[in-house]
């Protein structure tokens, strides 16, 4: 199966710093691929590499087979990228409604934008805050109406950085339930994330980073039995 992104040999320096170094990693069409480890690993910044935001200083980043390393961002995003950031990025004067009709309006037609806006707020569990402004919502609604926000560009691969980051047990749970249930609609996902529990929840396949380079990857069974991935990421030894 030709992978949805691949990167291949994919360097990047800081000056002397080698924070992205040689990595190899492929993300298959319908999988949830989750990319974790300590701080420092160099996760950012290759998820700006696979988005076009930093160039690499070697190696190539291809997208459904093609080579899109010299493409900007928003030339991604038409090739069928979508982005959701730690920091959520709403209009937040707006309400939760006017903010899902602004990410519809260019990929909907004006007759289902309505039904399509409605749609989305039954999915994302906030039909009942749709007429608030979005600055009025509590952390986690920001979060899943951003989500919302990006899967209106009808993406083929949603990028998530840091999608538990902040919410409560509950709304992670609620976040991972989400996530499975647009993968189940055909959607592919690779996430950037911390929470081990959103992790195991969720991931197909996971990938730990460790100072730059790929350090293991496999199931989430897998990597959490590596002793090596428990030393570098949990902080402990197996005996």
Known sequence: MTALLRTVGLNKHFGGLHVTADVNLDVQPGEVHCLIGPNGAGKSTLFRLILGEHAPSSGQVLYAGQD???LRPHERVRRGMSVKFQVPGVFPSLTARHNLEIALQHHTDRGALAAETARLLELLGLQD???QPAGALSHGQKQWLEIGMAIALQPRL?????PAAGLSPEETH????LVQSLNRAGMTVLAVEHDMEFVRQVAHRVTVLHLGRIFAQGSMEEVVANEQVAAIYLGEQHD
């Open 174 to 177: 609620a976040t991972g339930e």
């Open 129 to 131: 805050v749709a007429g």
């Open 68 to 70: 899109v390393t010299p």
């Open 158 to 162: 949603l990028l998530l950085d840091e």
